[in-house]
């Protein structure tokens, strides 16, 4: 007879609103009902009206909220979802600067705000003139190449090897597991090949994109220096959201 664990395991990364319960091997599948999270790591999975009876009563969970359209939780909300595991009963008040605007209108008119960002703020002499974000509904989301490479295992120690800057009080080693975190909550597309310069305890959660001609040159020249870059936009279609179409212009 083996105990049982402090939540149900969890197949992979909860990218797709369906019930992340194990089954044998597999998850249940079916369209969730709540987003579930375990523990103060932020541990999580979605769970359906069927194994939802389970909890509270075979397992015990830190917080958990109906599933909605804010279940990714991109950019910030990684934030406010930590407060709320460890305040649950906290309210937050989310306001949005600028409007929203239909994909038709920001293809018709080529920008993502009708607001133009450089009329937003001043800029002193010698320093930057310009800044590219979007004053608008989602933010910087809305022009965000969603580029998301991680640093180097030696970006943390640049003083010790170089002789420049300080050294960071924390090391890759240390961060590695938030990364693979962050990268599943996100749903990043990688390739396994950059896991040779950048070590990896898990795998990308989406397949790499697919590579230009010049691209597959440059690998086969230099194959430890040359491969797709970690990004948050979708190399493959998934329950989220369909497949990015990578055209250089538009970020999803």
Known sequence: MTAEPVHPPILGPAIAR???RWLRDHNCGK???RHVIWDAELENGFVCDEHL?????RWKCLAMHAVGPDCAMPGSLFFLEGLLVRRPQARVLVLERGQHHPVA?????????????RATFRVP????????FTVGLGGGTNCWYA????????DFRTASLYGVGRDWPVGYDGLEPYYVRAERRMAVSGSEVMGRVLPRSAP?????HRVTRADELMQAAQPERHFAIATARASVKTPER???TTDGREGH
């Open 242 to 244: 369909n497949r990015c």
């Open 18 to 20: 369906n019930c992340t």
């Open 53 to 57: 009876d389970e909890i509270g009563t």
């Open 31 to 33: 369209p969730a009902v």
């Open 147 to 154: 580029q998301t490479p991680r640093f180097h295992p030696n």
């Open 105 to 117: 209108w920001q293809l018709a008119q080529q920008r993502s705000s009708a607001i133009d960002p």
């Open 204 to 208: 990308f959660p989406l397949p790499p």
């Open 125 to 132: 002499p010698g320093h930057k003139p310009d800044w590219d």
